[in-house]
T-cell receptor, first 116, second 110 residues
Framework: NAGVMQNPRHLVRRRGQEARLRCSPMKGHSHVYWYRQLPEEGLKFMVYLQKENIIDESGMPKERFSAEFPKEGPSILRIQQVVRGDSAAYFC??????????????FGSGTRLTVV | KQEVTQIPAALSVPEGENLVLNCSFTDSAIYNLQWFRQDPGKGLTSLLLIQSSQREQTSGRLNASLDKSSGRSTLYIAASQPGDSATYLCAVSAGNQFYFGTGTSLTVIP
């Protein structure tokens, strides 16, 4: 009964490259959330998705960032043309339907992105 | 806008001591509150979830309380051990997201 799986665990990209971060939710969970943890800062909400739908992307930067959760396969957080300020830990969380009200989150181990 | 504050930012105690971590939030309209533990370079491990209708939850040596009206929660750790050393994060849920504090970094000295 695997938990939330994120890969890769560590990702190094040069400025201007694209970064793709993957998240597979826990079995039976249909809600996926992405958070970013900048150095010395708290976790900040980025986006909330259900299968094939973006429910809330109020925390996503307006440019270069996008997310999807297709019918089949993991959720993907995509960062185009990365800059040094994108270096952070990116965490994915999932919850079952009924979501936050009853069950809270289960987090993955995160992807640590370093832009050089 | 919901803001979550955790005090103290860092805490160092000798092994065996009981300790209390504090969390405050500005908007009482929350679904629930969750305490997490984060080890350096690792993900978040859920410790306790308190739904908005509850006052406290207990798991082993951990006890968390919630006072929604005053916007406060405490995490009580009994008989601390070196393995408890980590950053403890408080998060409250509202709308579609959790709002996190910046954490309390706990060091338990053997």
């Amino acid at each position: 009964n695997a938990g939330v799986m994120q890969n890769p665990r560590h990702l190094v990209r040069r400025r201007g490259q694209e970064a793709r971060l993957r998240c597979s939710p826990m079995k039976g969970h249909s809600h996926v959330y992405w958070y970013r943890q900048l150095p010395e800062e708290g976790l900040k909400f980025m986006v909330y998705l259900q299968k094939e739908n973006i429910i809330d992307e109020s925390g996503m930067p307006k440019e270069r960032f996008s997310a999807e959760f297709p019918k089949e396969g993991p959720s993907i957080l995509r960062i185009q043309q990365v800059v040094r300020g994108d270096s952070a830990a990116y965490f994915c969380a999932s919850s079952p339907s009924q979501g936050l009200e009853l069950y809270g989150y289960t987090f993955g181990s995160g992807t640590r992105l370093t832009v050089v | 806008k919901q803001e979550v504050t955790q005090i103290p930012a860092a805490l160092s105690v000798p092994e065996g001591e009981n300790l209390v971590l504090n969390c405050s939030f500005t908007d009482s309209a929350i679904y629930n509150l969750q305490w997490f533990r984060q080890d350096p370079g690792k993900g978040l491990t859920s410790l306790l979830l308190i739904q908005s209708s509850q006052r406290e939850q207990t798991s082993g040596r951990l006890n968390a309380s919630l006072d929604k009206s005053s916007g406060r929660s405490t995490l009580y750790i009994a008989a601390s051990q070196p393995g408890d050393s980590a950053t403890y994060l408080c998060a409250v849920s509202a709308g579609n997201q959790f709002y996190f504090g910046t954490g309390t970094s706990l060091t338990v000295i053997p």
